[in-house]
């Protein structure tokens, strides 16, 4: 019997859009980490900067997620790129996260649609309900200014 080294049959590892929709999560989780920490330095209040942090970790535990998921599909290590710029001006920086995450929930239910890899699917559909949580964080504040 032969043993493979990847923990996902062949038609999962050759599955394209599956692995660009997860690079593209993952660059994109890595960016609102790098942006978030901006922002929570750029909060006005304790209370609005723990809030920030608290959806910052919820992003890197979603970058620890898809970047394992990526590696047991492909059997690579994939390393995170920025691809989005960050604010330098608080009420732009959660008008800049309140589109992204927004954008993020339609893209990640359009990715957990597309794929037929269950693991994906739980992985994708749990992180839209982050992001959209996150997102009316951000516009809470939003409203608040």
Known sequence: MHYSYYPY?????????????????????????QCYRKLAELAH???????????RRDEIRHLREFSTLYGSITGK???????????????????????????TVDFYLRAAEETSNLKAKGVFTRAARDEQNHAVWFLYYLMER
């Open 9 to 33: 049959p062949v038609p999962y590892r050759e599955d394209p859009v599956l692995i660009r929709n997860l690079q593209k999560a993952i660059n994109g989780e890595f960016s609102a980490i």
């Open 45 to 55: 209040s304790d209370e609005v900067r723990k809030q920030i942090e608290e959806i």
């Open 77 to 103: 290590h994939i390393m995170p790129k920025q691809t989005e710029e960050c604010p330098d001006n608080f009420t732009r920086g959660l008008d800049a996260a309140f589109k992204d995450e927004q954008e």
